[in-house]
């Protein structure tokens, strides 16, 4: 995981887990709206049921004209209405009761039992008492201006208010003849309050359990949050430990392979080096011999070999010691080094002998290196702080020939030249040629 896929990532998560808050807090917003609607509908219909009850005695009432209670004590007739008592066959009093003076005692009782408030009254009332306060007033004008609205509400911090309007039947005239309305006018309306205890109570649980609600879901989306961008760093960080650690890895690897690359190359150098002279050993000369014996017979080009011996090594070794016969042999072992091309091979294939294996080359060609090799060799001296030792070699020659199966004829033939050299006189080069 890359850093540039690490913050794709939490920004991803971010703006999921955002938007999944902002769905769950809308959710719980608009369940809380609904509840509170469903609450006021509650509220409306239990305020226009009991409009509607109080409207059912009003008619019950006004279609009878009125009715007539016995005169007792807390009752006196209304000053406010024509014919206002009558007296029976009995001298009793009766006092009249219209349908707005029986609404305003059902409200007395009822705000003594209950709290449930009823009110008749009309921006032109009668009865003084019946004289509309601000929310009616507001509330009737309403209606006047638009007839078609049957009722008028209004919560209020303590209340529900609720103004249903009342149109005027016949039965209405016989107390309202003076004011010139007619059947079917808007002649008022009949308020009811409600108490609204109950309903700020359940408000508030459900703002409380709102309010936990929100907090629960932001919390739990921080939460997550964390919880998600924790995981992906860490997921981000083990990867990115593990790659340190493959790469730390791959690192030593590389250095182990590197050492073990040189430690097999010391080791095939050691394999095929002469530990003395550092020209290539007996067993690389005949591996690499066959290999170009091979490859010259296919392509039948040309191939030599020089076999050479230091004369007289035993009497060096015996005269100076084996330290400078081992001396002696890596001065001459330099001295062929420096004579033959990097395509050629010479080693050591013996105490004090040498082969050169040249390629591309005929006896006459092998001839022509193998005296310069002789006489640089004749020409020159081996010093020591305290000695001086004049050496010299032998050296025989022969070439590749069609009738050669192996690598051993070839070094069979130089090798007879060799002791052909060294039987006359030495310090010779003698090419095979039987």
Known sequence: ???????????????????FTLFIIKYINDTRNDYQKISEKILFQ??????????TIRKWSSDHGAIYVKAHEGIKPNPYLPDNHTYTKDDELLIKINPAWMTRQISEISNAKEKYYFKITSLNPINPKNIPDEFEKRALKHLQKNKNDLYYTSLGNEKYDFMGSLKIEPSCLNCHTNQNYVVG?????????????????NVEIVDSKTNILYFVTFFTSIVFIVIITFTIHSIYTRELNIMKLNKTLENKVNQRTKELREANK???EISTTDYLTNLSNRRYFFEMGNKTFHLAKREKSKFSIICIDIDFFKHINDTYGHNIGDEVLKYIANKMSKSIRKSDIVARTGGEEFTILLNNTDENSAFILAEKLRTSVENSVYKTDDLMIQVTISLGISELRQEDEDLDSI??????ALYIAKKDNRNRTVIYRF
């Open 185 to 201: 006018d808007v002649i008022g309306g009949l308020r009811v309050s409600i108490p609204i205890d109950h309903y700020k109570e």
């Open 266 to 268: 010391k080791l095939l």
């Open 411 to 416: 070094i069979s033939r130089a090798d007879r």
């Open 1 to 19: 995981m890359t850093m540039k896929n690490k913050n794709f990532l939490i920004y991803f998560t971010v703006a999921v887990v955002f938007c």
């Open 46 to 55: 239990q305020a226009s049921t009991l409009f509607n009850n109080i409207v």
